[in-house]
């Protein structure tokens, strides 16, 4: 089995208007894929299709290397949360766990427990979902999805709404999910900018037309996405940066250099100036380019 | 199957509303006894009102619009049957207004929070999410039946003491469950139309005007235009509807009115809970 899920030619329609448009996708086991498509691209309906939640005018999927009816006895290894999380307000986690544990037949002990401490939620104790922040009813929404222990995740613009703690929250738990447990992922979002933080693959969508299907190298590639450094001395961070072993920087103005490679190591950068005595007086992955080449795929900026 | 009852039964005990109703279900049981008991001792202080009575008694075949009960001029100083009570009560729809208030609220909450994006799509079958809030009703219903009938019972017993028995038991229990039936059928009529217009207030609102009698004037209509193509017929849809037949199946009626009452209540409950489950499972999750 090549594939986890591949979708062959995708397709809702409600009445004259094609939400979701021969739409193929191409999932492998160990992947975090990235939906990405702005607002009304048809993100939400492919992955509530795949979701078992709505059904495709035309087109179908295959799951674990099943289709039809052979998929659908794979249902049960998919976790998805889309949209808002589906809770009871008037309820506390535990509760709306313990539901979602019966309903799937799921009888392990401590199994709500440890669902509560992978999200961070394990102190909520008896307090009401109507008193929890959106950040804390999303991680709860992430872990219904994983109640029944699945092999696919599908969520739903996750961290709409949550402010960047949250988000980091967020991006972290799924992270190790992937890592630790061999969950693959599918995430949707609109920005792609967050998205890149996480995704190994990307499938960029508009106007429910999958535009392209790339990996995050492919991406990278194509965007030059880089680390920008503010710093008070410039020539002395290059031979820092150079000590490191990093050659491909550019020095840009008199407090500013850009670094191309290495990306996720901006930390150690940071660490490594600080050792050397120079301060750092910013450091951030620039992703315009990014958003730009977004933006030049799905028509430009008039249409955001 | 059995999983998804236990889901909605752990859900039905940790709802606020659960409660709530039954709360106002022992309260409805007290309230209606003891306005009975006040029409019996307004009987008692003013003959005239016996009149009055035993008149509304007498022209009870056509149903009114409103919910209210009649005492019996001779309860004044005669026995009250346990079954004469509880059958005046439930026939007036008072229990009724609970089970549609509960069931709106019920099925609806999983629709309105989202919830059912959780479970829906790991179910092939999604028509069996009716079927466990089926069982769920049917069991909320008994409990609020048993409760109504023990409330009402053991109030009576308190207003009114040895002239208070118990009477047949054996057309008691038909009585209340035949009404058991019947106010299950309203249930699953208003899980049908719940899931239908996914509006808790929709099936409420058409379930209240039907449960106070807001219908006759559609049913007359019906029966005329009816009679007016075959006389012959002396049809009366109200034979044929869940209100109609609740305020019918009273301890006293006819074997024929309760297997009649028996078969409609049925024959609801099975057509609704088809016609949801085809809703559920045809129709996108949203």
């Known amino acids: ?304 | 199957m059995f999983n998804l009852i236990k889901m909605d039964f752990y859900r039905m005990m940790h709802s606020v509303s659960t409660w709530v109703i039954l709360t106002f279900t022992v309260l409805l049981a007290v309230f209606a006894v003891s306005m009975t008991d006040s029409d019996i001792q307004s009987m008692a202080e003013n003959p005239q009102y016996i009149q009055e009575q035993q008149e509304e008694i007498d022209g009870n075949e056509d149903r009114s619009i409103g919910i209210y009960t009649t005492a019996d001029p001779e309860w004044v100083d005669g026995k009250i049957e346990v079954g004469d009570i509880l059958s005046t009560e439930i026939s007036s729809g008072l229990l009724l207004l609970l089970c549609i208030i509960f069931a709106a609220i019920f099925v609806s909450a999983e629709q309105k929070n989202g919830y059912v994006k959780n479970i829906a799509g790991q179910f092939p079958n999604r028509g069996m999410l009716v079927l466990s809030k089926l069982a769920a009703l049917a069991v909320q219903v008994l409990l609020m039946l048993v409760v109504f009938a023990a409330v009402a019972a053991l109030t009576g017993l308190a207003l009114w003491g040895d002239r208070f028995y118990l009477g047949s038991e054996s057309s008691l229990l038909q009585c209340l469950g035949v009404q058991y039936l019947l106010h299950l059928g309203f249930a699953a009529l208003i899980l049908f139309l719940t899931i239908l217009s996914r509006s808790s207030a929709f099936s409420m609102v058409v379930g209240l005007l039907a449960c106070v009698g807001t219908l006759i004037p559609v049913y007359s209509l019906i029966n005329k235009i009816v009679y007016d193509i075959r006389p012959s017929w002396n049809f009366d849809i109200s034979k044929y509807t869940l209100d109609g037949n609740i305020s019918m199946a009273g301890i006293g009626a006819a074997p024929e009115a309760l297997i009649r009452a028996v078969i409609v209540g049925g024959a609801f409950v099975v057509a609704c809970t088809i016609l949801s489950m085809l809703v559920m499972q045809k129709r996108d999750v949203r």
């Not at chain 1, 613009?157 to 447990?181: C, H, M, S, Y």
């Open chain 1, 1 to 304: 089995m090549e594939y986890l899920l591949t979708t062959n030619s995708l397709t809702k329609q409600y009445g004259r208007h094609k939400a979701v448009n021969a739409v193929n996708l191409h999932v492998r086991q160990g992947d975090i894929y990235g939906l990405i498509g702005r607002n009304g691209a048809g993100k939400t309906t492919i992955l509530k299709i795949i979701s078992g939640l709505a059904a495709p005018t035309s087109g179908d999927f295959s799951l674990f290397g099943e289709s039809g009816k052979g998929a659908a006895i794979y249902m049960s290894r998919i976790g998805t949360l889309i949209e808002t999380p589906g809770i009871y307000p008037n309820m506390s986690a535990a509760e709306n766990l313990k539901l979602k544990c019966l309903a799937m037949g799921v009888r392990k002990k401590g199994v709500i427990e440890e669902l509560l401490k992978i999200v961070g939620l394990s102190d909520t104790g008896k307090k009401k979902l109507k008193n929890f922040s959106l950040g804390m009813k999303q991680r709860l929404g992430i872990a219904l999805a994983l109640v029944n222990d699945p092999d696919l995740l599908i969520l739903d613009e996750p961290i709409n709404g949550l402010d960047p703690q949250g988000i980091a929250e967020v991006w972290e738990t799924l992270f190790k999910l992937n890592k630790e447990r061999g969950i693959t992922l599918i995430i949707s979002s609109h920005i792609l900018e967050e998205l890149s933080k996480i995704a190994t693959h990307y499938g960029i969508i508009h106007d429910g037309v999958l535009l392209q299907e790339l990996t995050r190298e492919e991406l990278l590639s194509r965007c030059s996405e880089r680390i920008e450094l503010k710093t008070s001395d410039t020539r002395r961070a290059c031979t820092v940066l150079e000590n490191m072993g990093i050659t491909d920087y550019k020095v840009v103005d008199a407090d500013t250099i850009h670094i191309f490679e290495r990306l996720n190591d901006g930390g150690e950068i940071t660490m490594e100036l600080a050792e050397n005595h120079v301060k750092t007086m910013g450091i951030t992955v620039k992703n315009e380019a990014l958003e730009d080449y977004y933006l030049n795929l799905t028509g430009g900026a008039a249409n955001v």
